[in-house]
Nanobody, 114 residues
Framework: QVQLAESGGGLVQAGGSLRLSCAAS????????MAWYRQAPGKQRELVAS???????TYADSVKLRFTISRDNAVNTVYLQMNSLKPEDTAVYSC????????WGQGTQVTVSS
Protein backbone atom coordinates (compact mmCIF):
# COMPACT_ATOMS: atom_id res chain seq x y z
CA GLN A 1 0.00 0.00 0.00
CA VAL A 2 1.03 3.58 -0.54
CA GLN A 3 2.73 5.33 2.35
CA LEU A 4 3.84 8.96 2.51
CA ALA A 5 6.11 10.21 5.28
CA GLU A 6 6.75 13.94 5.59
CA SER A 7 9.50 15.47 7.70
CA GLY A 8 11.46 18.67 8.16
CA GLY A 9 8.89 21.02 9.63
CA GLY A 10 9.45 23.16 12.69
CA LEU A 11 9.32 26.61 14.22
CA VAL A 12 11.17 29.35 12.38
CA GLN A 13 11.23 33.12 12.47
CA ALA A 14 9.90 35.17 9.59
CA GLY A 15 12.51 35.39 6.86
CA GLY A 16 13.93 32.01 7.72
CA SER A 17 14.14 28.79 5.71
CA LEU A 18 13.10 25.16 6.02
CA ARG A 19 13.48 22.12 3.79
CA LEU A 20 10.71 19.56 3.83
CA SER A 21 11.11 15.98 2.68
CA CYS A 22 8.51 13.38 1.72
CA ALA A 23 9.44 9.73 1.31
CA ALA A 24 7.00 7.68 -0.73
CA SER A 25 6.59 3.93 -0.89
CA UNK A 26 4.13 1.55 -2.48
CA UNK A 27 3.83 3.48 -5.73
CA UNK A 28 5.75 3.73 -8.98
CA UNK A 29 7.15 7.05 -7.83
CA UNK A 30 9.08 7.99 -10.94
CA UNK A 31 5.98 8.17 -13.14
CA UNK A 32 3.89 10.20 -10.71
CA UNK A 33 3.36 13.92 -10.61
CA MET A 34 3.97 14.78 -6.97
CA ALA A 35 2.83 17.82 -5.07
CA TRP A 36 3.04 19.61 -1.76
CA TYR A 37 -0.14 20.82 -0.12
CA ARG A 38 -0.78 22.80 3.04
CA GLN A 39 -3.68 23.34 5.37
CA ALA A 40 -3.82 26.19 7.85
CA PRO A 41 -6.20 26.11 10.83
CA GLY A 42 -9.76 26.83 9.72
CA LYS A 43 -8.83 26.83 6.04
CA GLN A 44 -9.12 24.37 3.20
CA ARG A 45 -6.16 22.39 1.95
CA GLU A 46 -4.39 24.20 -0.86
CA LEU A 47 -1.93 23.12 -3.52
CA VAL A 48 1.45 24.72 -2.94
CA ALA A 49 3.65 23.25 -5.68
CA SER A 50 3.82 20.30 -8.04
CA UNK A 51 6.50 18.53 -10.03
CA UNK A 52 5.87 16.21 -12.95
CA UNK A 53 7.72 13.00 -13.74
CA UNK A 54 9.74 15.04 -16.26
CA UNK A 55 10.60 17.70 -13.71
CA UNK A 56 8.22 20.45 -14.78
CA UNK A 57 7.10 22.54 -11.82
CA THR A 58 4.16 24.73 -10.89
CA TYR A 59 3.69 26.99 -7.88
CA ALA A 60 0.89 28.79 -6.15
CA ASP A 61 1.21 32.54 -6.64
CA SER A 62 1.68 33.03 -2.90
CA VAL A 63 4.92 31.01 -2.86
CA LYS A 64 6.47 31.75 -6.25
CA LEU A 65 10.12 32.80 -6.08
CA ARG A 66 10.28 31.70 -2.42
CA PHE A 67 9.64 27.94 -2.55
CA THR A 68 11.31 25.32 -4.74
CA ILE A 69 10.01 21.80 -5.29
CA SER A 70 12.35 19.03 -6.39
CA ARG A 71 12.48 15.27 -6.49
CA ASP A 72 14.96 12.41 -6.34
CA ASN A 73 13.52 9.36 -8.05
CA ALA A 74 16.43 7.21 -6.87
CA VAL A 75 15.17 7.47 -3.29
CA ASN A 76 11.46 8.07 -3.99
CA THR A 77 11.55 11.45 -2.27
CA VAL A 78 10.12 14.86 -3.04
CA TYR A 79 11.43 18.00 -1.39
CA LEU A 80 10.19 21.52 -0.73
CA GLN A 81 12.78 24.20 -0.06
CA MET A 82 11.08 27.14 1.61
CA ASN A 83 12.87 30.48 1.85
CA SER A 84 11.81 33.92 3.05
CA LEU A 85 9.11 32.34 5.16
CA LYS A 86 6.17 34.46 6.28
CA PRO A 87 3.72 33.98 9.17
CA GLU A 88 1.00 33.23 6.62
CA ASP A 89 2.98 30.15 5.54
CA THR A 90 2.12 28.56 8.89
CA ALA A 91 0.28 25.30 8.18
CA VAL A 92 0.52 21.53 8.14
CA TYR A 93 2.37 20.57 4.97
CA SER A 94 1.67 17.26 3.26
CA CYS A 95 2.77 15.65 0.04
CA UNK A 96 0.75 13.49 -2.29
CA UNK A 97 0.41 12.55 -5.91
CA UNK A 98 -1.42 14.91 -8.24
CA UNK A 99 -4.19 15.04 -9.26
CA UNK A 100 -5.27 11.68 -7.84
CA UNK A 101 -4.54 11.35 -4.15
CA UNK A 102 -3.14 8.37 -2.31
CA UNK A 103 -3.90 7.96 1.42
CA TRP A 104 -2.52 11.00 3.24
CA GLY A 105 0.45 10.84 5.57
CA GLN A 106 0.49 12.70 8.87
CA GLY A 107 2.06 15.82 7.42
CA THR A 108 4.63 18.08 9.04
CA GLN A 109 3.86 21.26 10.97
CA VAL A 110 5.48 24.50 9.85
CA THR A 111 5.12 27.47 12.18
CA VAL A 112 6.51 30.87 11.23
CA SER A 113 6.70 33.46 13.97
CA SER A 114 6.64 37.19 13.30
Amino acid sequence: QVQLAESGGGLVQAGGSLRLSCAASGMIFRIKTMAWYRQAPGKQRELVASISSAGSTTYADSVKLRFTISRDNAVNTVYLQMNSLKPEDTAVYSCNSFPNWAPWGQGTQVTVSS
